[in-house]
């Protein structure tokens, strides 16, 4: 398939080279084009110096950017410039609402957007296993389904247009509750003063297991928190979760405090931790 693929950051740049490595025509664009260039250098891929460079009839273009305001601006700039029946998958973290508008404007051209976030951080990335939770019309989903799959290890279609993103939103505020008590479990740890690598041998096979336990327990009993999602992004998108709840009547008492905590880490300087950082602004 001839692809498009905007945003050559950490999570971008590995799900790119998936594409590539399973035989598909992949032409990259990147707001930094010496990203772009060397992306392409190194994984064989072509690299253009504009969005509508990028998609000149590409059958699917691909979106791993920052936020709503970069996604209208891709999209926009490449709708003209796609093949007839194009499908647009976006990777990008952003509201519900953008989603919407976004198929809606593609639908215009006849072409079709998929709002698909993904969860498993630059691991998963690297490693082909992200978990993509996708909102949108499912016969243009399942046109691409098999190409995604080069990057991720499962697709959900959640529903119509946003749903993908809300589906984030439900991702992220579990994520912040676990982190959190992660955070306080291993600060207690050390407050009581038990060797923590101890601590973890005792506890992570049974009901405290998760995910974050595993991967970050170690490391913020440490103090390091220098690997994956960034604080900076993890506000981002506790932002549009709260917005989101506003408008839903949600109840989310503990994403709200946590959001508060991750504005003490930023204020510590600690904007491009980890969200395991948490830990950092209580007392060892």
């Not at 399973?22 to 060397?38: F, I, L, M, S, W």
């Not at 253009?48 to 209208?72: W, Y």
């Not at 976030?117 to 996708?134: D, I, K």
């Not at 327990?217 to 993890?234: I, L, N, P, S």
Request: aromatic share 6%.
């Amino acid at each position: 398939m001839k692809i498009a693929f905007a945003g050559l950051g950490v999570m971008g740049g590995p799900m790119a080279r998936h594409l590539v490595a399973a035989g598909h025509v992949v032409t990259a664009y990147n707001r930094t084009p010496a990203k772009a260039e060397a992306w392409a250098d190194a994984h064989g891929g072509a690299w253009a110096g504009t969005v509508a460079e990028a998609s000149e009839g590409a059958q699917l273009l691909v979106l791993c950017v920052g936020n709503d305001d970069d996604v209208r601006q891709v999209v926009t700039q490449a709708l003209s410039h796609l093949a007839d029946g194009a499908v647009i998958v976006d990777h990008t973290t952003t509201s519900a609402r953008v989603a919407r508008e976004m198929a809606a404007l593609a639908g215009e051209t006849g072409r079709s957007f998929i709002d698909a976030p993904v969860s498993g951080g630059q691991a998963g990335a690297e490693n082909g296993q992200l978990s993509v939770m996708a909102g949108g019309d499912p016969e243009a989903l399942a046109r691409v389904e098999a190409v995604v799959m080069a990057y991720s290890k499962a697709i959900k279609l959640m529903g119509p247009s946003g749903a993908g993103q809300l589906t984030k939103m439900v991702n992220q505020i579990a994520i912040a509750g676990v982190v959190q008590g992660l955070a306080e479990a291993v600060h207690f740890a050390h407050a009581a003063g038990l060797d923590t690598d101890a601590v973890y041998d005792a506890v992570s096979k049974g009901a405290a297991q998760s995910w974050q336990m595993d991967n970050r327990w170690k490391t913020a009993a440490r103090g390091e928190f220098e690997f994956g999602f960034a604080v900076d992004w993890m506000r981002k998108d506790l932002g549009l979760v709260l917005d989101e709840a506003r408008a839903n009547g949600a109840r989310l008492d503990m994403t709200a405090l946590v959001d508060g905590y991750y504005a003490e880490v930023q204020a510590m300087g600690g904007q491009r931790w980890d969200t395991s950082s948490l830990k950092a602004r209580l007392t060892p």
